[in-house]
Nanobody, 116 residues
Framework: VQLEESGGGLVQTGGSLRLSCAVSGSISRLDAISWFRQPPGKQRELVATVTRNGDTNYIDSVKGRFTISRDNAKNMVYLQMNSLKPADTGVYHC???????????WGQGTQVTVSP
């Protein structure tokens, strides 16, 4: 499984960005796909997850502002980010798990910077 993120950039507070994660092969075989982020000087944290049947979960700090979605036909996962805050700044990574034994897969990340 290969994951490739895109869509990051510099945006002002209150702005929006849409991150994309291109997944190699059929996305339908993956139970769940997540977005993580790593703020400067901090540990990586889970931001949002979408399961195979479309269920979603978010950390409290992004609820109501971020939306994760998956397009099985295009093998893509998206993270729509609205009302961005400086605290949302970080490198955003796409993540999934697959196989037996299970292997963790990560993309290279895309930088999101929100200016005050």
């Amino acid at each position: 499984v290969q994951l490739e993120e895109s869509g990051g950039g510099l945006v002002q507070t209150g702005g929006s960005l849409r991150l994309s994660c291109a997944v190699s092969g059929s996305i339908s075989r993956l139970d769940a796909i997540s977005w993580f982020r790593q703020p400067p000087g901090k540990q990586r944290e889970l931001v949002a997850t979408v399961t195979r049947n479309g269920d979603t979960n978010y950390i409290d700090s992004v609820k109501g502002r971020f939306t994760i979605s998956r397009d099985n036909a295009k093998n893509m996962v998206y993270l729509q980010m609205n009302s961005l805050k400086p605290a949302d700044t970080g490198v955003y990574h796409c993540h999934t798990r697959y196989g037996d034994p299970e292997v963790y897969y990560w993309g290279q990340g895309t930088q999101v910077t929100v200016s005050p």
